[in-house]
Each structure stands twice: as structure tokens, then as C-alpha cells.
């Protein structure tokens, strides 16, 4: 199923969550007259639906959460000026308004909701969507005590880093796309996309370096990258489990195929943005690739995501068109996960022995920032607010 378009969430007034509503029988009446019943639900619960988007427009609320079918799919239902959600995505619209005006919201078990800064929090979230790191990072910061290079744990910090930077600019492409519409909407969607995924590449950059040292190579650094072939094929005869990871064809080597097409460069033509109407879609916010995406991007898509569920469009011959919000919200994570994979390989060979966290070594009852990296709840809550 393709995500979008996306609606409009202007998150101006309150939010509804739903309740039995406008029980009285003289109200169903007059809803009747007023809404003659063309759905294919049956008319009572239908009549129900009205009622609920009716009271929640009267409450002068932007968004209706709910988890009944008849309003999540019945289109005949939905009006410009209510947005019915179900709770998931409630959360990710709730928490993402909130983090437009500041409010860095985070859950602990036990101990209820309280605000971080914004650093901490995509911090937090970097760990929480790359879990790797934590091993990695105490593994690394064990090796320096025996005399390890210190630049290997500022390695490690420019990984995690860079993932909590790229999170945070993921975030502002979904505040444009779920935004109000306007003349700013689809280039600041662009220039966030750009960001994220110029972060996630640099992550991906900083991890190469890494295995290069651990492995030995002693490579030089123009030569170090996952898109070089010469090197790579280095670290896939020396370390079994990338080699295996990244298989030539893989679905995981086509990512970083598209990772690469997905970023702009200081080399060549870059990516632009258009707004695209359609008289079934409406107007929608799609980023062009460069030409030199071309027809591997499309077959390498094909491959990664055969059900097509990020929607990806060749408007003209050679002009290949790709759509945010599902990039960011079903690609994204999929790059993520493989960065993490790598991240764990390199902890492994950083450590002859296995290094465990211990979360339950850090009190609870603390709100310090490595008490809040290293509790799973808190991270939990962190992945259902940036819908990953």
C-alpha cells in the first residue's frame, strides 16, 4: 500500500479521542437528514461515524483517533477539516506537532512522561534505532583504556552522531509534508531529505573507516567506501560476514546503490522537487532524481521493494520521480537496519569477547542522560514517535 498523499495536520487546537458521542436519538435524526447514507457500511454504524467527525469539528479539534474501520477507510466520511487517525499514527502526528513548538516528549516505565532537550532526544533516538552502537561504544572505549588510538571512539561519535543528525532532518520532512500547504512546503521537504540522507550516507562513510582499521588495510582515505569496488571486495575476502551481508546483487548492496542516488553530490546534477497534481491524488510532493539514477535505480527499487510500497514514478522517459513520505517512512528504516548490522559486525571484531549492557545496572529513578539512552522503554517510546 502506497503512504500518501499526506494529510494535512495543522495541529492549531485540541485533539478528540474518541468516545461514545451524541447518544441522543433527535441528533441521529436531524445527522440523517443531513448526511443521506451512500456508503457501503451499514447505515447505523455509518450514521455512528458522522456523528463522531461531527463532534469532533463542533470541539473545535483538529485530529479524531480512533480504531474504528468505517472512519480509518470510508472516504465518504473524511472532510478537509478533521483528520481521523488511528492511535500509531496519533502518536506520530501528537509527538511530531509537539517537537514543532519544542517539546521533546519521552516515556519511562514506571515513571511516566517528561521533556528532554532536542540534542538528547536524537541522541537517544540514534541509539535506539542503531542499538549496535552500544556495544560498539563500549567496546571502543574498553580498547582505549588498553591503548587503543582514541580516534576510533571519535570514529564511533561521528557514526552515532551522524545518525541522530540525519533522524532529526527526517523529522523535518515529515513536519513539511504533514504541514499546512504551501509556497515553502515541497523545497523545505527537499532540503531536509537532502540533509537526512547526506547524514545517513555520512554515518555509513565513518563505519568504512572503521572496518578499515580493524581489518588492517591501512587503506588510503580516498579509497575507503562502501561504493568503492577495489576496497570492498578487499574487506568481503577478509571478513566473511560483510561479504555475506553485502553479496554482489544482495537486496542490502542495492540499498547503498540507492542511498546513492538518493543524496545529492558535489559532482553533477542534483535533486529537485516538483509539485505533481493528479486528478485521483491531488497535488503531491515529489523529488526528482539526477539522470544518472537512471534505469538502475528503477531495477534496483524493483528488487529492494516489489510490492511497491514506496511509490516511485517515471513521469517522462529518464525522469524518475520518487515520493517522500514513503521513502522516509518505509526505506529509511530499512537503510537504518543494515547500518546497524555493519555496526555490530565491527563491534564483533573490535572485541574478542562479547560485551553485554546490563540496562538494569542504571537506576530508574534517574532522569540523567545515560539513564535515558540506555532504558529500553524510553527508547520504545522514541521509535513510535518517529514512526520508525
Known amino acids: 500500500m502506497i503512504i500518501g498523499p499526506p494529510p494535512k495536520f495543522h495541529g492549531t487546537r485540541d485533539i478528540l479521542v474518541e468516545h461514545p458521542l451524541l447518544a441522543d436519538a433527535d441528533a441521529r435524526e436531524i445527522f440523517r437528514l443531513e448526511h443521506p447514507v451512500a456508503s457501503s457500511a451499514p447505515a447505523q454504524i455509518f450514521l455512528d461515524a458522522i456523528l463522531a467527525v461531527a463532534s469532533t469539528i463542533a470541539s473545535r479539534s483538529d485530529l479524531l483517533v480512533t480504531s474504528r474501520e468505517v472512519l480509518l477507510r470510508d472516504e465518504s466520511i473524511v472532510t478537509d477539516r478533521v483528520l481521523v487517525a488511528d492511535p500509531e499514527l496519533a502518536i506520530v502526528l501528537t509527538a511530531l506537532q509537539l517537537r514543532s513548538r519544542g517539546v521533546y516528549p519521552v516515556y519511562r516505565a514506571g515513571g511516566g512522561a517528561f521533556e528532554v532537550s532536542k540534542d538528547l532526544f536524537f541522541h537517544a533516538a540514534s541509539y535506539a534505532l542503531t542499538p549496535a552502537g552500544h556495544v560498539l561504544w563500549s567496546v571502543t572505549l574498553q580498547n582505549e583504556r588498553e591503548g587503543a588510538p582514541d580516534r576510533l571512539a571519535y570514529l564511533v561519535q561521528a557514526v552515532m552522531t551522524r545518525v541522530a543528525r540525519s533522524l532529526q532532518a527526517?523529522?523535518?520532512?515529515?513536519?513539511?509534508?504533514?504541514?499546512?500547504?504551501?509556497?515553502?512546503?515541497?523545497?523545505?521537504?527537499?532540503?531536509?531529505?537532502?540533509?537526512?540522507?547526506?547524514?545517513?550516507?555520512?554515518?555509513?562513510?565513518?563505519?568504512a573507516v572503521l572496518v578499515d582499521d580493524h581489518l588492517g588495510l591501512d587503506s588510503s582515505p580516498m579509497s575507503v567506501g562502501w561504493g568503492r569496488k577495489s576496497w570492498l571486495n578487499q574487506v568481503k575476502a577478509k571478513q566473511s560476514e560483510i561479504g555475506s551481508l553485502l553479496a554482489t546483487g544482495s537486496e542490502n548492496a542495492l540499498l547503498f546503490e540507492i542511498l546513492g542516488a538518493l543524496r545529492n553530490t558535489v559532482h553533477g546534477e542534483g535533486i529537485s522537487q516538483t509539485q505533481y497534481k493528479s486528478e485521483i491524488d491531488g497535488d503531491r510532493t515529489l523529488l526528482r532524481l539526477p539522470p544518472r539514477a537512471g534505469q538502475k535505480f528503477i531495477d534496483a527499487m524493483r528488487v529492494v521493494d516489489p510490492t511497491g510500497q514506496i511509490e516511485v514514478r517515471e513521469l517522462a522517459p529518464g525522469r524518475i520521480y520518487i515520493e517522500p513520505l514513503s521513502a522516509v517512512v518505509i526505506l529509511y528504516p530499512r537503510i537504518l537496519r543494515l547500518l546497524n548490522e555493519l555496526v555490530a559486525i565491527v563491534a564483533q571484531m573490535a572485541s574478542v569477547t562479547e560485551v553485554r549492557i546490563d540496562f538494569k545496572a542504571y537506576p530508574s529513578t534517574s532522569a540523567t542522560k545515560n539513564n535515558i539512552i540506555f532504558d529500553e522503554s524510553i527508547a520504545a517510546s522514541i521509535r513510535r514517535q518517529l514512526w520508525l
Open 170 to 207: 527526517r523529522d523535518g520532512v515529515l513536519r513539511a509534508l504533514f504541514g499546512r500547504s504551501g509556497n515553502n512546503r515541497a523545497d523545505d521537504a527537499l532540503f531536509d531529505f537532502d540533509s537526512s540522507m547526506l547524514f545517513l550516507s555520512g554515518a555509513f562513510d565513518a563505519c
